[in-house]
């Protein structure tokens, strides 16, 4: 794997995360501009993942069928048409419209780079691969709420969609130019149901998808929420882009202390238990500092359980897969998006973020227990 091609995993890796973190900070705007209520501004993220998953089905079960480069190619082709006509769209329906195209398109950028990633490593050196992965994950969000909040603050929320067409125009561009298929030639052709079957019945698959699910809803709807309650409590949109600097220096964080224990062979069950440790005691002190801006710092240490769980997580979870590694990839990427837009329709409908996040987390210890 050439260098260039390195770089632009790493890019197509990050695209899910900065995209929509760097919509995150319009929520408000949209909020105002479209005349919804702050529930119905926040529902958009709540069903960009529900389309998001059902692109991860559609691309994983593309990259098998057809190769990994062309299903890329047209997926982010998706997703720019979806940006583009997201620029121009005066109805707020129509803006939801609009943002499932892009989470469709978006997918690719998780379940196609995960699949070449486990067409080029296995065993240990996938889970170094994926040490790595979580640190460009740490970093992604910090990159898309700093620039979403600088863009929507000096040109508006419709330069973010702007942003968006731009950014996927270039990924689309250095796809063509430096992806190469990666698709074992041996590889055999294999049916959605039987797989999905095998996966249903498998309980470690089931707990690991859950688990998956609960991490980002804890990470994703403090994006949701955060911005309404930091207005509540009377501070300026700029604070958040600094939060989520904080929050990404967490995850960095705990990125990088995964990447030292993996390098000192240390389980991934024992990472991922004291992980789900750190959630709920953070999240307990989250629930009481709710009504102050103090609940920032044990946000930033749950988010670092976030970096040190979800590479050792993902990096295992398919072993059993590896001859339908697209297939197996999509169908367990629809379930864990399916449970995170599930849980970010209560998180919106609720409007409380302390609450959601102790809920995640004691149910996160449960299941972590029942293994």
Not at 51 to 73: P, S, Y
Request: proline share 3%; glycine share 8%.
């Amino acid at each position: 794997m050439t260098q260039s091609t390195r770089l632009l995993l790493m890019a197509l890796l990050m695209f899910p995360q900065i995209v929509e973190t760097l919509y995150s900070p319009i929520l408000p705007a949209l909020s105002s501009a479209f005349a919804v209520s702050e529930a119905a501004a926040g529902q958009t993220l709540s069903l960009y993942f529900m389309a998001f998953a059902f692109g991860i089905v559609l691309w994983g079960h593309l990259c098998d069928r057809l190769g990994r480069r062309i299903t890329f190619i047209l997926a982010l082709s998706v997703y720019a048409v979806g940006a583009v006509t997201a620029l121009w769209v005066t109805d707020f329906s129509a803006l939801l419209i609009c943002r499932m195209v892009m989470a469709l398109g978006a997918a690719i950028g998780s379940i196609g780079t995960q699949t070449v990633m486990r067409d080029a490593y296995s065993g240990e050196a996938l889970r170094k691969t994926f040490a790595i992965v979580g640190i460009l994950m740490a970093i992604s969000p910090m990159l898309g709420i700093f620039m979403g909040t600088l863009l929507e603050m000096h040109l508006g929320y419709r330069a973010i969609f702007m942003a968006l067409v731009l950014f996927a125009l270039m990924l689309l561009l250095w796809t063509i130019l430096s992806l190469p298929e990666t698709r074992p030639h041996n590889m055999q052709r294999v049916a959605l149901l039987p797989i999905a079957r095998a996966m249903l019945k498998d309980g470690v698959l089931l707990r690991h998808m859950v688990m998956i699910a609960g991490f980002n809803l804890m990470l994703f709807s403090y994006y949701q929420l955060a911005p309404f309650w930091l207005t509540d409590l009377g501070y300026p949109m700029t604070l958040f882009s600094y939060t989520g600097l904080l929050l990404g220096a967490g995850s960095l964080l705990g990125a990088l202390i995964n990447r030292r224990c993996t390098q000192a062979h240390v389980p991934a069950r024992t990472l991922i238990r004291i992980a789900t440790m750190v959630l709920l005691i953070s999240a307990l002190m989250a629930f009481s500092l709710r009504h102050s801006l103090w609940l920032l710092l044990p946000m930033g240490i749950m988010t670092l359980s976030y970096g040190i769980a979800i590479p050792n997580i993902l990096a295992h979870v398919l072993d059993d897969y590896h001859n339908a590694r697209g297939t197996a990839g999509a169908l367990l990427g629809l379930g864990y998006y399916l449970l995170l837009g599930l849980g970010l329709i209560l998180s919106a409908i609720s409007g409380h973020l302390a609450g959601t996040l102790l809920v995640t987390a004691l149910f996160m210890l449960c299941i972590n227990l029942s293994e």
